[in-house]
């Protein structure tokens, strides 16, 4: 029984050993993070919850009293759940390119007039010190499809107000944005319910 409880305590000491020295690691570049800036995140991947996340940690900076802005690039067709609940927020500005994905307008000419406003409403608030959070939702379609062109959305990241936070989310990104943010996450597709059949719906898809 001693041997046994002696066993046990050793396992436990050595555990205890193992989180001190990891949180030993963490506190360590905890206290090397000295540097205060906004950063430039970007989700992509083929799974689903890239602007969900998104609009997510939007929710946190309204929470802290921050102002946010949102250009979507490629949803216009129906009223998402994230339009009709943030456009009503007394800090946020939001704005749909307004013509619906590229496969279902089939108009390069009307999407690129479409890209370009939404191009240059995204960088007045790029530019805007008054806004702490800028979304750019679906912005790396415009890079793919080629309306836009990515080295501008970098000068314009670079140009920003140092406080302001920025997201970008796509499917793809080109190499130069994905060089260019702070944190890059990718949302892989493992399952996904409409795969089995299951009818899109209001407040999950849209």
Do not use: C
Not at 9 to 23: D, R, Y
Not at 47 to 71: E, I, P
Not at 113 to 139: C, G, M, N, T
Request: charged content about 25%; hydrophobic content about 40%.
């Amino acid at each position: 029984m001693k041997k046994e409880q002696s066993l046990a305590e050793k396992q436990q000491a050595n555990l205890l050993n193992k989180l001190l020295k990891k949180k030993a690691v963490v506190d360590g570049r905890i206290a090397a993070a000295t540097e205060e800036r906004g950063v430039a995140i970007l989700l992509t991947g083929n799974g689903k919850g890239k602007s969900s996340s998104a609009f997510g940690t939007m929710a946190r900076a309204l929470g802290h009293g921050q102002q946010a802005a949102v250009v979507q690039f490629i949803k216009g067709r129906k009223s998402t759940g994230e339009q009709l609940f943030f456009s009503q927020h007394p800090s946020v500005s939001f704005h749909v390119m307004g013509h619906g994905f590229t496969w279902e307008t089939r108009d390069p000419e009307l999407e690129q007039k479409a890209a370009d406003k939404a191009w240059e409403l995204a960088k007045a608030y790029l530019s805007d010190p008054s806004i702490d959070f800028v979304l750019l939702d679906e912005i790396t379609y415009m890079y793919k499809y080629g309306y836009l062109q990515v080295e501008d959305l970098i000068n314009a990241l670079s140009q920003r107000p140092l406080h302001q936070n920025v997201m970008l989310t796509g499917r793809t990104a080109p190499r130069a944005l994905l060089d260019y943010v702070d944190t890059h996450s990718k949302i892989a597709d493992e399952k996904h319910a409409f795969k089995a059949g299951v009818k899109a719906q209001a407040g999950i898809e849209w």
